[in-house]
């Protein structure tokens, strides 16, 4: 077993680099009532922000990647697609393995951000081989989500610089690991879903598979629903889920402000093309995508790894 360590130089810094080299001569301006500080400031956190992620991708030059394909039988354009029936019953699963095996335990942030990092690395190690060593820091702001009000978090994936918006309760775990996968070097989406899903469900932690579990059933729900915001909550409703965690799905599909319906629909519609001009399918490998992969790997008769990963 191999051991790499990217250092991820950037997420150190006491304010995201990113934001600096933004922000840092607007707010020169509105404070001092002059740019030039301000793009000093914004100059020298461009010069950092470079040198990290120049040493981030000389370090990861000699990752082993996963070949999707290969070891799950399925990757962005060989998904098959799931039946609407089967999905239904993958829901009710779901739902009662939730129920029955329901934790109100939390794991502090601080605490669960190693633990979640520690995961992942083992199971993509149990795969290529290589132990992927990344930093376990988490930002609570950048201004990514004054941009993005619909998003959870977010990861420079140049960087590697991950922030989390809000409290996701239960789901924080799966968030973080989307997150961490990102800055581990996969920067495709379904990759992420697919790979935080399948660490955290074999990891044997309640609190983690659990976490597991209701990303699955969310996007389940999601892809049922469709745009009917109303159909979904009804959805959750009729589950009779502990209430923590119908609370925490409700929680994820709030009625949007105003800011929210005009901004968030347009950075979802440019979100969106950017995701697809980057080979990948779209918003839709958040859900249908990644439902449709553990689809298709349960269903692989070639792939390396045990299949059985993806039952419920």
Known sequence: MDDLHIPNDATYAPVALTDLIAGAPVASRVLLGATLPGRILGA??????AGAVVKDWVHRREMRWIDFQAEFGADVRTLEPMPEAERAAEVRALAARLTEAFTPHRIQREALAPLVNDVLTAYIASITGQRVHTSSQVRSFTLASLVFPFAMGACDVLSGDVALFR???????????????????????LHAQVLSYL????????????????????RQL?????????RYHELVDDLGLPGEVAEALHRLRPPAGAYESVVGAAMKALYDERLRLTGQNGL???????????????????????PRQAEV
């Open 199 to 218: 660490a955290l469900s074999t990891s044997g932690h309640p609190v983690l598979i659990q976490a597991a579990w209701a990303e699955r059933l969310h």
């Open 222 to 230: 999601r892809v049922l629903a469709g745009d009917d915001h109303a």
């Open 167 to 189: 409290d996701t309760g239960i789901f924080e775990p799966h968030v973080l690991c989307h997150e961490f996968v990102h800055r581990k070097g996969y920067w495709k989406e």
């Open 284 to 306: 839709s490998d958040y859900d249908e995508g990644f439902t449709n992969f553990l689809w298709t790997f349960r269903r692989s008769g070639s792939c390396r790894q045990d």
């Open 44 to 49: 020298a956190a461009l010069g950092l922000y």
